[in-house]
């Protein structure tokens, strides 16, 4: 099994930063990805940026320009560096791992951003 922990939500005035950060234990031997995806009330959940091993990297347009995925391949975390933060950035934002076949999830840490 594998286990995701994610810190660094928060509540930011509009045009602040955050930084996110998704640790990953347990039985970890081959990563495909990992990535971050976030919902909003009543919203489906989306992908806002992913990472693979090789290090490409892909954002949801939303967030290009904003947003910075980076990843610690010594101590399987990942981070978000949010930067620019809009109130429609507001959210839970999960982070998923892709292991071979299997994709897991974190608890989610919420995102809030006042205009």
């Known amino acids: 099994q594998v286990q995701l922990v994610e810190s660094g939500g928060g509540l930011v005035q509009a045009g602040g930063s955050l930084r996110l950060s998704c640790a990953a234990s347990?039985?970890?031997?081959?990563?495909?990805?990992m990535g971050w995806y976030r919902q909003a009330p009543g919203k489906q959940r989306e992908l806002v940026a992913i990472i693979t091993s090789g290090g490409n990297t892909n954002y949801a347009d939303s967030v290009k320009g904003r947003f910075t995925i980076s990843r610690d391949n010594a101590k399987n975390t990942v981070y978000l560096q949010m930067n620019s933060l809009k109130p429609e950035d507001t959210a839970v934002y999960y982070c998923r791992l892709g292991q071979t076949i299997f994709i897991y999830w974190g608890q989610g840490t919420q995102v809030t951003v006042s205009s």
């Open positions: 347990g039985r970890i031997f081959s990563i495909n990805s």
